[in-house]
Nanobody
């Protein structure tokens, strides 16, 4: 199938920066959209940022101007640069990819999640 592996989470101080990366592998025919979601305790998972198949980007209002998403289609990777981090950014961050497999099935795939904690 398709596997997404995230890396780069950790503990940072408010105002600090952190970079998250995600690599997709497996029986991939084509990756359409790639992005990052996050889920804080007791809250619903929300979109943080995404890069569509056409190359456009979308950001949650809460992270605009602070986070930057980029994508390397050749490597099937997506990267999230997070600057000026706030305590409210604390959450488990999940990589997401909408992909078509070699069996011609198209659906969303998810990484295992990586913890980002912003605290002094």
């Amino acid at each position: 199938q398709v596997q997404l592996v995230e890396s780069g989470g950790g503990l940072v101080q408010p105002g600090g920066s952190l970079g998250l990366s995600c690599a997709a592998s497996g029986n991939i025919f084509r990756i359409i959209d790639m992005g990052w979601y996050r889920q804080a305790p007791g809250k619903q998972r929300e979109l943080v940022a995404e890069v569509t198949g056409s190359g456009s980007t979308n950001y949650a209002d809460s992270v605009k101007g602070r986070f930057t998403i980029s994508r390397d289609n050749a490597k099937n990777t997506v990267f999230l640069q997070m600057n000026s981090l706030k305590p409210e950014d604390t959450a488990v961050y999940y990589c997401n990819a909408r992909a078509t497999t070699l069996r011609y099935n198209t659906r969303d795939f998810w990484g295992q999640g990586t913890q980002v904690t912003v605290s002094s």
